[in-house]
């Protein structure tokens, strides 16, 4: 899994950085497999007073699920955007799962 983190609007500190790689591995590494195919986009944005982080997560060249949230601190964005990602991988893992047991 590679993370690309993107700042627009200020420069990202190693503290940043860490945190987010740290949130994503804790959150979407139990759904993402450690391959090398799957690339993790995290762009975050300042717009006036607030963060904007946007999460999107690509297999071979396709998006596979996204999102963006709003918070007061870069941080708070992140955390937001990133439990998004995971509830929506959990509903996609699931509903895997069950269309594999109830074809048997």
């Given at each position: 899994?590679?993370?690309?983190?993107?700042?627009?609007?200020?420069?990202?500190?190693?503290?940043?950085?860490?945190?987010?790689?740290?949130?994503?591995?804790?959150?979407?590494?139990?759904?993402?497999?450690d391959s090398p195919q799957i690339?993790?986009r995290v762009v975050m944005a300042?717009?006036?007073?607030?963060?904007?982080?946007?999460?999107?997560?690509?297999?071979?060249?396709?998006?596979?699920?996204?999102?963006?949230?709003?918070?007061?601190?870069?941080?708070?964005?992140?955390?937001?955007?990133?439990?998004?990602?995971?509830?929506?991988?959990?509903?996609?893992?699931?509903?895997?799962?069950?269309?594999?047991?109830?074809?048997?």
């Open positions: 899994m590679n993370v690309i983190i993107t700042c627009r609007g200020y420069k990202a500190t190693a503290s940043i950085k860490s945190y987010v790689e740290d949130s994503i591995s804790s959150h979407l590494g139990k759904y993402l497999h690339n993790v300042k717009e006036a007073h607030m963060f904007t982080a946007c999460v999107s997560i690509h297999e071979d060249h396709h998006e596979f699920v996204n999102a963006s949230k709003s918070a007061e601190t870069v941080y708070k964005a992140v955390d937001a955007a990133v439990t998004h990602v995971a509830n929506g991988l959990r509903k996609y893992k699931e509903e895997k799962t069950d269309k594999n047991h109830t074809a048997n």
